[in-house]
């Protein structure tokens, strides 16, 4: 093996070891095209065409369902507005109308919550395209103490809680961020 080949050899080695050396940031990046899932706390607007009685603005209950008439009790926890569109659709279909036409959007989204050392911790509606950095500013920013490289986000689905998260990372509707306290 000669000298190039065997320095070549250990880069890898050398990548890792590194990568080892720096203070972790978890970054929760999310895929720009990801479907947003309903749950508890959601409003979401149910318009069926031409069907006044029918449409509505309704919140998904803590069990994650709502009660939509003829229809009865519907499960929306874990579907996108679009599942919940053609369930209802389907639902219809035959019985009360012959061809339903309808849409299934989300009025409000469930609340982000921010703790500790913000000026205004408190929760604040969800929204498309939020970062830890965005949900900070809705709560006012930083307090004099705060120590804001000491960000937790408890994540809403799995309960899981990440710590040294980024500033630029993605927060999700439900997520509890949290700042730690500065001790200098």
Same mark, same amino acid.
């Given at each position: 093996?000669?000298?190039?080949?065997?320095?070549?050899?250990?880069?890898?080695?050398?990548?890792?070891?590194?990568?080892?050396?720096?203070?972790?940031?978890?970054?929760?990046?999310?895929?720009?095209?990801?479907?947003?899932?309903?749950?508890?706390?959601?409003?979401?607007?149910?318009?069926?065409?031409?069907?006044? /009685?029918?449409?509505?603005?309704?919140?998904?209950?803590?069990?994650?369902?709502?009660?939509?008439?003829?229809?009865?009790?519907?499960?929306?926890?874990?579907?996108?507005?679009?599942?919940?569109?053609?369930?209802?659709?389907?639902?219809?279909?035959?019985?009360?109308?012959?061809?339903?036409?309808?849409?299934?959007?989300?009025?409000?989204?469930?609340?982000?919550?921010?703790?500790?050392?913000?000026?205004?911790?408190?929760?604040?509606?969800?929204?498309?395209?939020?970062?830890?950095?965005?949900?900070?500013?809705?709560?006012?920013?930083?307090?004099?103490?705060? /120590?804001?490289?000491?960000?937790?986000?408890?994540?809403?689905?799995?309960?899981?809680?990440?710590?040294?998260?980024?500033?630029?990372?993605?927060?999700?509707?439900? /997520?509890?961020?949290?700042?730690?306290?500065?001790?200098?």
């Amino acid at each position: 093996m000669t000298f190039l080949n065997r320095n070549l050899a250990m880069l890898p080695l050398l990548a890792l070891l590194l990568a080892g050396c720096s203070t972790p940031q978890q970054t929760i990046k999310t895929q720009p095209n990801t479907v947003y899932l309903l749950d508890h706390g959601d409003e979401v607007n149910i318009n069926v065409s031409g069907e006044q /009685d029918m449409s509505m603005r309704v919140k998904i209950d803590n069990s994650g369902n709502i009660n939509y008439p003829f229809i009865g009790v519907m499960q929306l926890k874990g579907k996108s507005p679009e599942q919940v569109s053609k369930e209802i659709a389907d639902k219809l279909r035959g019985n009360y109308l012959k061809n339903p036409m309808v849409t299934v959007s989300v009025a409000e989204y469930r609340k982000v919550y921010l703790l500790g050392e913000v000026k205004k911790p408190d929760g604040y509606a969800w929204e498309p395209g939020l970062t830890a950095e965005k949900a900070i500013a809705l709560a006012g920013g930083f307090t004099d103490r705060a /120590d804001r490289k000491d960000i937790q986000v408890r994540q809403s689905g799995s309960g899981q809680l990440l710590n040294n998260v980024a500033a630029d990372s993605a927060i999700q509707a439900g /997520d509890t961020i949290i700042i730690g306290m500065s001790f200098f």
